[in-house]
């Protein structure tokens, strides 16, 4: 199938994905503390405790519904989006994640 308009023709296979994976994985010895919820920060909670280091969770983006990512400490923490890392520098942060990848929210930089 093919999308048509009066001057090109794209095939439909060029369409975002229903769901791409962020990854967040524990990179400090004393672990990670890590909150993941639905659509906004006041959202159903996907998961929230501590990641323990080289511990690993992924969740799903779905297409045009963000999750919002908290971290307790971001440098303790790798993440990827889709496979593509993604900077978290700074000190407790939240982020909006999209299937582009992260948009911090607010943050501090104290430990």
């Not at 908290?70 to 989006?81: D, E, F, I, K, N």
Request: proline share 7%; hydrophobic share 40%; aromatic share 4%.
């Amino acid at each position: 199938m093919c999308i048509r308009d009066s001057t090109t023709t794209v095939p439909s296979s060029a369409h975002v994905p229903d769901a791409v994976p962020l990854e967040v994985r524990a990179t400090d010895p004393q672990g990670v503390a890590v909150e993941v919820r639905k659509t906004g920060p006041n959202g159903a909670v996907v998961f929230a405790g501590t990641l323990a280091q080289g511990e690993v969770r992924t969740f799903a983006i779905a297409r045009g519904l963000p999750l919002w990512l908290s971290l307790a400490w971001a440098p303790s923490a790798a993440v990827r989006v889709d496979g593509v890392p993604q900077d978290t520098t700074g000190g407790t942060e939240t982020y909006m994640v999209t299937q582009s990848g992260l948009r911090r929210l607010t943050g501090t930089t104290s430990r």
